[in-house]
């Protein structure tokens, strides 16, 4: 029941994110706004809960952005979106890999455009989900956008896999100015996103929870959206260079997986591996590479959605 005082921090900073690695060190990325010695910066370091030590670590790529999303996730550090001092708000995202030998090294990746027209933003929401789920996932919502006061769509990314999922389940009221969210078990035993607060041109006292599987009207059978056909979407384009999105739907809660295979029936990648994800429409994003992030070869793939009992298929002929 009270407080303490820690080491000082290597600076003085604002408009940072951070994350945990290791239950034990608390990093800091970025950080900066408008004004004279505000300007954004590309500053990295952890403060070590047990040594009471702050120790610098590896930049991040230039250009330096403040009122960033960021994340950590087993060994792999995540910022995206962002102002960086030039008047436009980021819609990329880089990730890191931490040494567990050393976590003041952090070889960062390149920076890369979020796929599927994601608005560039800044002051968004974001966080990581708890480590018992099945496949950790850095989330992000809201915040401010290029052409948006305020933004309302959510998006995830699974680092391991290398995914972006929009869930195309905007929240009920588009805020910005939300810096942290938190992810953790609901009241409906599923993780629940929870989003407090935020300004819409005024501050509001607004608590939204965005609900990642059970929700309480799949407890009265029969009620689910009769509109709603299980499968991928009939329209998809054939993946090239780059992203490709991958739209699929389902009409119960729970655990879903998304596969890729090759002609031979191989499995090429996971994209999805959800124990809880909420019936409805979303699109995963895949880069043309297989679970060991090497690029795939033109051919004739095939995508397997499994859910509750069903199955759906797909054919794609990849070509880049």
């Known amino acids: 029941d009270t407080w303490s005082a820690g080491a000082t921090a290597p600076m003085a900073n604002m ?67 962002g102002y960086d001092g030039t008047g436009t708000y980021r819609s990329d995202y880089i990730v890191g890999n931490i040494d567990p030998l050393d976590p003041t090294s952090i070889t960062w990746g390149s920076s890369t455009t979020i796929p599927g027209g994601f608005e560039g933003r800044y002051r968004t929401s974001s966080g990581v989900d708890a480590p018992a789920t ?25 680092p391991v896999a290398d ?3 929009d869930w195309n389940m905007p929240k009920n009221r588009a805020i910005g100015n939300v810096n942290t969210l938190a ?34 009207v799949e407890e009265r059978p029969g009620q689910h959206d ?29 655990k879903i997986m998304v596969k890729v295979y090759d002609a031979t029936g191989r499995l090429v990648k996971t994209l999805v591996n959800r124990t809880h994800e909420p019936a409805g429409t979303k699109t995963v994003y895949w880069n043309a590479k297989d679970d060991e992030r090497c690029t795939v070869a033109n051919g004739v793939y095939f995508l397997r959605l499994d859910a509750q009992g069903e199955t759906a298929t797909h054919k794609m002929i990849l070509v880049k």
């Not at 300007?39 to 403040?66: E, K």
């Not at 056909?229 to 729970?254: L, Q, R, W």
């Open 163 to 165: 995914v972006w999922t």
């Open 183 to 216: 992810i953790t078990s609901s009241a409906l035993d599923d993780i629940g996103v929870y989003v407090v607060g935020g300004y819409t041109g005024s501050y509001i006292t607004d608590h939204e929870c965005f609900h990642t599987g059970k929700v309480a």
């Open 134 to 158: 099945q496949a950790q996932e850095f989330w992000v919502t809201c915040g401010q956008g290029n052409s948006n006061p305020q933004c309302a769509d959510i998006w995830s990314y699974e």
């Open 15 to 81: 408009d940072q994110t951070g994350g945990v690695y290791n239950d034990s060190l608390i990093f800091m990325f970025g950080g900066g706004n408008w004004g004279s010695g505000n300007t954004p910066h590309t500053n990295v370091y952890f403060y070590d809960i047990y040594n009471d030590a702050w120790s610098t670590c590896t930049s991040l790529p230039s250009p330096g952005r403040g009122c960033l999303a960021s994340g950590v996730i087993g060994d792999y550090a995540i910022v995206a979106c």
């Open 226 to 254: 009769p509109s709603a056909v299980f499968g991928f979407a009939a329209n998809m384009k054939n993946p090239s260079d780059g992203y490709s999105g991958i739209t699929y739907t389902t009409t119960k809660s729970g």
